[in-house]
């Protein structure tokens, strides 16, 4: 399985974003998929997930009420809609990918599969 995420950028505080990713995977083969972030000199934490169908999704609580995760299947996507951001929210975005949600969706030790990250940067 290969993860592909795109999307981020520098954007003003306040202002919104929609990270992407795109999975590479035998079209029988079923994923979760979730975001993880890492700023600098910070560990990897959660942000989001959602379960194969999408009928299950799960947010940090620094994502309620900001952030969407959503999935297009017929396109192998998963995308991260960020409103809302603060420069607390800079960091490099992972998406990655799990056979089912882990049983801790928050432990990224649970997770099979990781993609390159992809940069986000808020300006104040």
């Known amino acids: 399985v290969q993860l592909q995420a795109s999307g981020g950028g520098l954007v003003q505080a306040g202002g919104p974003l929609r990270l992407s990713c795109a999975k590479s995977?035998?079209?029988?083969?079923?994923?979760?998929m979730g975001w993880f972030r890492q700023a600098p000199g910070k560990d990897r934490e959660f942000v989001a997930a959602i379960s194969w169908t999408g009928g299950s999704t799960y947010y940090a609580d620094s994502a309620k009420g900001r952030c969407t995760i959503s999935r297009d299947n017929a396109k192998n996507t998963v995308y991260l809609q960020m409103n809302s951001l603060e420069p607390e929210d800079t960091a490099v975005y992972y998406c990655?990918?799990?056979?089912?949600?882990?049983?801790?969706?928050?432990?990224?030790?649970?997770?099979?599969?990781w993609g390159k990250g992809t940069q986000v940067t808020v300006s104040s």
């Open positions: 995977a035998r079209t029988s083969e079923r994923h979760a």
């Open positions: 990655t990918a799990n056979k089912g949600i882990p049983v801790s969706v928050g432990q990224s030790l649970l997770w099979d599969y």
